[in-house]
């Protein structure tokens, strides 16, 4: 047995460890749910990153920086000012109105079943969404780690779990959160040290403006790909410079037929890619770097990216090919690369204004500032109302407790994130990536460093996993036995039995999850976390911040708000054309005719119709307005 797995398995055997051990604690369901509300403060500020800090915000915003530059810190930026609202509106009020769930706190002055069933279907709704990205990246931590395959990892990953859950409930949730939280902080710090340490260097696998290969035949499958008597394919620039190619053939069914020319089970594989083509001052190395220097550097590199194209084949199948992309590092520093961004540098096209392509160049570039601020507007708002984290608040014993774990939380988290950019940048120019999976960008950069590195981070970021989809299906568990079953359907239960019913509940979630993190293995983990913070930011944030500010909120008005928030948000993203491609498997152009909506992010628009129907509706039914009421 390697060493690698060896450290993977004391990992995954101590965290599961503590689970038992703590599972004589949760006998009651204030036990169970909330963990008695006796989690110390700084434990529990501790928690709140290893619960908040997941998949994606280690795998998924790494990816994007090592492959997007300054785009994926654009992530780190929102997730991080989110919690900005957590702790100055939502912290204190949260802990003083509820006991167990989000939907305590909505119904606290109003006693009302379609309050508690419509904040507990928008907990199951977004706590659902937010599981899909943690299982997707823990299938692609198993990938690189053991080598099994992608749905193998998920299915490791979410029994793993729901033995966690099972066991003690929030208790073990709590700890494993804490120690999770406190190894990942402390051991990507040490690997931003090391990639700091080595420095930035020059990749010499892969060359520009070479001659065009002796032999070379016409093109394929199309222009300006060309392949060479030894069968490796080029790529011909428009300034007639050269560059080499990889590329992937696939069948009409979707199964890799070969890889660079050769059968996947004869050796065919993509070459691990990523690195600098030149440094300033006609460098090679530069040797051990400040975190400043080390910026100022790569701004004045070039980088070799890897552009892609998937080219449909007659009959049916695809050629997928990527082609080398030097740029330039100041403009990996800045906005805009990632296909989301596009648009948001440069001026709009102002050139014969008149023609069709330029009327819909500049539609293209407003929509693109849209959607980003629209993202933007969705990480700001929905840290402060998912399901996961709202519930952690009454795991401490009061108030100031509670204020001061939030900035506990926040202190951890603001660290993480800034090493994030270090981590993604030294992928960047790692040579280790892998051009089909951008979640594997951190441990595959790890590796270089040796076994053990990548050992620990992935094993890190696997009990990273762990613990944030414990506290998800914690949340889920919580608003159908609490939320559902006993204050809607009314359905009487002994504290005991509402532990079963949780446990039984946590095996669903689990399960469920299990099967999304199998359906959506392509996508990348930060892109289906933004979709989960624009639908909890337009079904959950209206109603908790005008519930606390302002006095006129009735319970329809909270009803409604939850509802046109939930579905406006959730209908909008399944009719994107993210969701067409990703998901429904259209291809690229295919997707943008099929698409209803003109951007993919719907914060923008559905978080200010929230307000403005709890506003509209309270008007109209705050005469009703009773605190003992039963709507």
Not at 71 to 94: H, K, N, Q, T
Not at 108 to 130: G, H
Not at 334 to 343: D, I, R
């Amino acid at each position: 047995m390697s060493a690698t797995l060896l450290v993977f398995l004391f990992f995954v055997g101590s965290v599961l460890g503590i689970s038992f051990w703590l599972g004589r604690k949760a006998t009651s369901s204030a036990g169970y749910f909330a963990a008695h509300g006796q989690i110390p403060w700084f434990v529990n500020g501790i928690a709140f990153a290893g619960d908040y800090l997941s998949a994606a915000s280690f795998l998924g915003i790494c990816g994007m920086i090592a492959f997007y530059g300054y785009d994926g810190f654009l992530y780190s930026i929102g997730f991080l000012a989110g919690w900005i609202v957590a702790l100055l509106v939502i912290a204190e009020p949260l802990k003083r109105l509820g006991r167990y769930t989000f939907a305590d706190a909505l119904n606290s002055q109003f006693n009302s079943r379609a309050i508690t069933l419509t904040a507990a279907i928008s907990t199951l709704v977004v706590s659902v969404f937010y599981l899909i990205p943690q299982m997707v990246g823990a299938g692609a931590l198993i990938v690189p780690l053991l080598g099994w395959a992608h749905w193998q990892g998920v299915v490791a990953v979410g029994a793993v779990v729901t033995i966690i859950v099972v066991t003690a409930g929030m208790v073990s949730t709590t700890w494993v959160q804490f120690i999770k939280g406190s190894l990942l902080v402390l051991f990507c710090a040490i690997l931003t040290v090391l990639i700091l340490n080595q420095g930035l260097r020059i990749d010499q696998r892969f060359a520009r403006g070479l001659e065009l290969p002796a032999g070379a035949t016409e093109a394929w499958p199309n222009k300006p790909y060309v392949r060479d008597g030894n069968g490796s394919l080029w790529k011909k620039e428009s300034d007639g410079t050269v560059s080499q190619v990889q590329w992937q053939v696939a069948n009409a069914a979707g199964v890799v037929q070969s890889i660079n020319g050769v059968a996947p089970a004869d050796g065919g594989k993509l070459l691990p890619v990523g690195g600098l083509i030149s440094l300033p001052d006609g460098q090679t190395s530069t040797g051990a770097l400040s975190p400043l220097r080390y910026l100022s550097t790569l701004i004045d590199s070039t980088v070799l990216l890897w552009s892609k194209e998937v080219i449909p084949q007659e009959g049916g199948g695809t050629v997928t090919i990527w082609a080398q992309k030097p740029t330039s590092g100041a403009k990996l520093m800045q906005p805009g690369q990632h296909p989301l961004f596009k648009g948001i540098q440069g001026e709009l096209p102002v050139a014969d204004p008149t023609k069709p392509e330029t009327v819909l160049a500049r539609q293209k570039a407003w929509l693109s500032r849209i959607d980003f601020l629209s993202l933007m507007l969705a990480l700001f708002c929905g840290t402060a109302s998912l399901p996961h984290i709202l519930i952690r608040y009454y795991t401490v014993k009061d108030q100031p407790s509670a204020r001061k774990s939030t900035v506990v939380g926040i202190a951890a988290i603001g660290l993480f994130y800034v090493v994030t950019l270090f981590l993604g940048l030294g992928a960047m120019t790692s040579g280790a990536l892998n051009l089909t999976d951008t979640n594997t960008a951190a441990p595959l950069m790890a590796k270089t460093f040796g076994d053990l590195p990548f050992a620990i981070i992935s094993a890190i970021a696997f009990t990273t996993v762990l613990g944030t989809v414990s506290g998800l299906i914690m949340a889920s568990a919580g608003a159908i036995v609490h939320d559902l079953l006993k204050n809607v359907w009314d359905i009487q239960l002994s504290d005991a039995h509402q532990v079963r019913a949780g446990k039984a509940a946590a095996i669903v979630v689990g399960g469920l999850a299990m099967w999304l993190g199998i359906q959506f293995a392509a996508m990348n983990v930060t892109s289906l976390v933004g979709w989960a913070f624009n639908i909890a930011a337009s079904a959950n944030l209206p109603a908790l911040v005008m519930l606390l500010f302002w006095r006129g909120t009735t319970k329809q008005g909270i009803t409604a708000a939850i509802i046109v928030g939930l579905s406006s948000s959730l209908t909008w993203v399944l009719v994107s054309k993210e969701a067409f491609q990703h998901v429904y498997g259209y291809s690229a152009d295919a997707a943008a005719l099929a698409t209803l909506v003109p951007f993919s992010q719907p914060a923008i628009v559905t978080v200010p119709l929230g307000f403005l129907v709890l506003v509209v509706v309270s008007l109209m039914t705050r005469r009703a307005r009773s605190g003992s009421s039963t709507g």
